[in-house]
């Protein structure tokens, strides 16, 4: 609640929450447990009250250094240690160091006899100082209805509990009651009454032979919390809830972009292939190269040092390598470089949402910057088509926001091609859709791209090979029959190529025809030439003997005048 | 005042030997139903295990930890060590039969 200005309005203390340190509680409960006060988690038996219980306290001691102490009225401490040591817990360690106190209350109600007026004083005076040896902070009391089976006088018990909550809040410790859920209320006696500020309850729900746990906050006195039911799942690592996803479409968009992983489809993009952080959609019927594509995407990435979550459904990690390596696609070293991942599992394994908590788990251990999930189409058998698109828009605001490039695969029917069953076309922001080309009696494969948001792409149908080399995509010819794929696409290249042949012949003669003529031209000119030179020589000769003649004549003149001593 | 462990031990030497019962009384303080479950135990071991028994007050309060090693939830109660098997009564011990019951006795006639 926000601190509003004292001179205006009066201010409001808002209500300060103890942190759980548990995967996913803290966000749907806006921060926590509510401090100082008892909280009741209600459920019905093996719903995972005692771990939760446990949980907090656990991540209180190692997480908040607040020290805890668990009351259990059910398991001696001995079995308590065990079981939670199978989900990676040593609580003899914290035992030992003073975080944790375990307090085993046995009641045997067969050794009890009520002969008159009593109250539950030992039970404070024994909590207190199971408080006091730890400091604790924070308390469990599971299961209050231990109390309950070892004493008749429900009006004392009832009573003695109100004052046990009282006493806690006084202690200013943060609680967790845990309590059996009853058949008309929400706790078999009623304690709900009594724990008002928060109650959450625990259900394991199955549904089509798949069980999910489900957890809801009823009830949280002063403070804003998610109403849902939050589906969460109990692994090593204690309860992981399903983290709320952000619904409010507020993510940033990249500019980057990232290679496809097939050149000529990166020029199909007008230049560089997917932006990051997109979601891509590669559908087409069986056997059309959708997992190819996905596969060429994944090495592209891998060889840029991103590392990859590859999630299939429908095969075994060695066999999807397998197959492509006969496309000369090598996953098998990247996954031993530790860039490549598979999570493999089908998908009736566990329901939708157990797949999203595992899905986002592995995501946020492994930090991938690309994921693929091939194919997303089987989804559809665990679910409804609308809880499976809810999931999978779940999935893709996660991965959109942590600017995670997705890619998917589809595979769509024949006849409904441009449709996807689970609708989630408008997520997509590329698509990519394989079609086969029936021609002649063969099949071919052919891409194009439906759709590419945010940038020009070609809309050019192009025919898909998968060579040893990976996937080569072919420019598809129109001919008179329409499109033309395959070994009819040979033939016309083929058929093109002999006339191409023949026109380059064509011309080679025309041009040695040309070069002929020049040649004949040539040796004209060089035969006139050689007369007109013949010619000047000879004028050359006239001229410069007539000179000459000239020369002498004057010359003879003169010493003729000479000679004659001619009078001047 | 509150009562000590020596005050309210009746042993009788001579006796000793053959004490049958040892009972352990847990109160909180000097709570009504403390002092009145102490009264009316008392009342009941010298009028039906007279010589035959030892019984020990406990307050929690005192000794929070022998509180918890016999598991006491519910005060006043009491506590039957001996003979097996251990039995607890909890409550202000008013209803005298239920004890005598619950203790293997009969009322003497």
Redesign the interface.
Known sequence: MPKQNRKTKPTMISLKKCPTGIQGLDEITGGGLPQGRPTLVCGSAGCGKTVLAMEFLLRGALQYNEPGVFMCFEETAEDLAKNFASLGFDLKDLVARKKLAIDYVRIERSEITETGEFNLEGLFVRLGLAIKSVKAKRVVLDTVEGLFAGFNNVAILRAELRRLFGWLKEKGVTAIITGEQGEKTLTRYGLEEYVADCVITLAHVSTEQIATRRMRIVKYRGSLHGTNDYPFLIDEQGISILPVTSMRLDHAASVEKIPTGIPRLDTMFSGNGYYRGSSILVSGTSGSGKTSILAEFINEACRRGERCLFIIFAESPAQVIRNMRSIGINLEVWVKKGLLRFHAARPSLYGLEMHLVTIHKQIKEFHPGVVAIDPISNLINIGTIIETKKMITRLIDFLKASLITSIYTNLSQGDTLEETDIEVASLMDTWLLLRDIEINGERNRALYILKSRGMKHSNQVRELILTDKGIELKDVYIGAAGVLTGSARLSQEASEKAEALIVDQGFAFKQRELERKRKILDAQIAAMRTAFESEEDNLKKTISEGKLSEKVTEQDRLKMGKLRDADK | MKPDKTAVKKTKKTASKKEKYVLRL?V?GQTQ?SI??IENIKHICEEYLKGLYSLEVVD??QQ??L??GD???????LLRKLPL???????????TE??LV?LDLRPKK
């Open positions: 847990y909180a139903n009145r479950a929690i309060y929070p930890v509180a918890k598991q006491i939830i519910a005060v006043p109660t098997p251990l039995r607890k009564f909890i409550g202000d011990m008013s209803t239920r004890i619950g």
